[in-house]
């Protein structure tokens, strides 16, 4: 198992996001959904990598910078049959670490409020994430929860 930067060029991340954000559209509300597509994920400014074992796309995340000093955590997702299985950790602590080798000080988050989301969000406290207020271009949303923690 090992963690690369993506191009996102190939058709095995495709399949994976594709299957991420069709999952994100059918838990959560069309005007709460925030995971980025494929063509979002591609934008200046956003650094992505995948947990690959073989050819096989175990995992998924990305950073998007929001300014010199702030990102924002996106995409992040596990394989369905390998969840709890120490991926979303590893991968985790990879972005957090690279984050800071970015300059980044500050790292935030929007992930669900629903009942779906609750092991997200343990891991994410898990690894210093507190609850903040909406950032960016987001806004309070009883279907998302924010969270950030300094770098």
């Known amino acids: 198992m090992k963690i690369v930067m993506d191009d996102l060029s190939g058709p095995q991340i ?5 299957e ?3 999952q994100m559209r059918s838990i959560t509300p069309l005007e709460s959904k925030h995971a980025l597509d494929l063509d979002a994920l591609r934008e200046p400014g956003v650094t992505f990598w995948s947990v690959m074992e073989g050819n096989a796309v175990l995992g998924c995340g990305a950073i998007k910078r929001l300014d010199a000093g702030h990102a924002e955590l996106k995409s992040m997702r596990t394989m369905p049959a390998r969840k709890r299985s120490g991926i979303a950790s590893l991968l985790l602590e990879h972005i957090v ?3 800071k ?8 988050l929007e992930t669900g409020s629903a009942e779906f989301f609750l092991p997200a969000r343990k891991l994410y406290e ?4 507190v609850p903040c207020e909406a950032f ?3 806004c309070p949303d009883p279907s998302s929860t924010f969270m950030a923690r300094t770098l």
């Open 101 to 108: 080798h970015m300059g980044f000080t500050r790292l935030s």
């Open 97 to 99: 670490t690279e984050a």
């Open 136 to 138: 960016a271009d987001y």
């Open 20 to 22: 991420h954000v069709q």
């Open 126 to 129: 898990k690894f210093g994430f």
């Open 14 to 18: 495709a399949e994976f996001l594709d």
